[in-house]
């Protein structure tokens, strides 16, 4: 299924009413913590080429012991905020997507609310993987849109070392912890979020998940033996997808915002494998320097992966005001979903 009810350029119902919804501001932390793949090879049964071949990552960062999910979100989100001189109690919506949240209930961007003191905001998670920070955009500009909340600050922030197991080798070289935040607020028509693509297929739902902790096998003595608490991946199927996924999202918000692929400035993909990156921008000619990419830096975050590279491109000057940017991710769920800004 797939849902895209903002529409074309122009023909936007909603956007001719009230103008655009665009990116104001970014911000992101990484944990201090770096994790190499040579320190990976004294762990499990792996090497440096091995990964660095297979994925394109050389190491990822991983939280502290007392570094929350929300720790990590606030200081990505502080950081945003100060770039576009707002306080926290001036945000009116805030939205984490993540799947390694602090605690199973109540919602990680509760925590975030409470520790920015932002609290003129409501607040929710919303749980797409690492499609996450896409989805999260697509609401929150709906919110902006309908008039609820004059702003909102989306953030994808992830621990999923938490969630890793480290005897692993399938899965425990290709993630890692970080944090990235971006504040969306009214801008004039024809800027900000043109389109977004969003799908998803639950029919492959077991391909990525973590099997016991939720309501259908809790955590016992038995299911921790059994590791059952880690995250399991079927990796090369859910590389078969990907690059099918990723190539129908970018097609489609391409197609829906008017826009060939030689007018796109950046494409921003999520960061899960340098050899997805590469077919998927193959597939679209989009040649590898419009293409960011820092997966060497800090592997796959998942819902953090794709607000983390933006704001690093934008802090490199890689973004300026009118570019055309391409955001595109695929994840569990399974769920894929792209947008394209004009900035
Ligand atoms: O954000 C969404 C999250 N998930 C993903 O994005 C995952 C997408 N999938 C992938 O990125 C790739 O499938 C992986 C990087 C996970 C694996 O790469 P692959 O090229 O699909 O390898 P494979 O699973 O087909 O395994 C090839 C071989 C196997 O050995 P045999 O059976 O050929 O002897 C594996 O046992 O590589 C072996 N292998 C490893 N060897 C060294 C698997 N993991 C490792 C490892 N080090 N870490």
Known sequence: MTTDTSHHSGS???AK???GVGIVAVGSYVPEKILTNHDLEKMVETSDEWITTRTGIKERRIAAPDQTTSDIAVIAAQRAL???KMTAAEIEL???ATITGDVLFPATACYVQQKLGAKHAFAFDISAACTGFIYALSIAKRFIITGMVKNALVI???ELSRFTDWTDRNTCVIFGDGAGAVILKPVPDGKGILTEYLGSDGSAADLIFIPAGGAKTPISAEQLEQRQQFIKMKGNEVFKF???AMGKSIKHALADAQI??????LMIPHQANI???QSSAERFNIPMEKVYVNIDKYGNTSAASIPIALDEAVQSGRIKENDIIVLVAFGAGLTWGSCVIRW
């Not at 060939?260 to 400035?265: A, I, L, P, R, T």
């Open 12 to 14: 936007g119902h909603t």
């Open 260 to 265: 060939h692929s030689d007018q796109v400035s």
């Open 242 to 244: 990907a690059v099918l």
């Open 17 to 19: 009413i009230q103008g």
């Open 94 to 96: 805030i939205i984490v």
């Open 156 to 158: 994808g922030a992830e």
């Open 275 to 277: 050899r997805i990156i």
């Open 82 to 84: 100060e770039k576009a």
